[in-house]
């Protein structure tokens, strides 16, 4: 796939970039190298390649589950403008 001139144009139209006349050149040349690249890549056989998260093997970082003291309701709703039996009362906004 190659990228015209007007290509160019409409996809730095799109990105909200000013683009001059002396750059569209440049540019067309790099996106035509981007694209050129991707398609290398398309080339590339994976089949039997797991996908990964990682290029490293990694274990999920877990920490155990652990019954707290809890109970403490009237320590989170303390600071609240107004309370009721360890509830935040806020103004109705639903009819």
Excluded: C, W
């Amino acid at each position: 796939m190659s990228v015209d001139e007007k290509t160019v144009r409409r996809i730095a139209h799109l990105a909200r970039i000013a683009v001059t006349d002396d750059e569209v050149g440049p540019l067309q040349g790099e996106l035509n190298a981007i694209l050129a690249f991707v398609e290398q890549l398309g080339a590339v056989d994976v089949s039997g390649v797991e996908p990964m998260t990682s290029v490293t093997p990694m274990a999920m970082k877990k920490r155990e589950d652990v019954v707290t003291e809890g109970g403490r309701a009237a320590d989170v709703v303390a600071n609240a403008p107004e309370t009721e039996d360890n509830y935040f009362l806020v103004p109705k906004v639903v009819e």
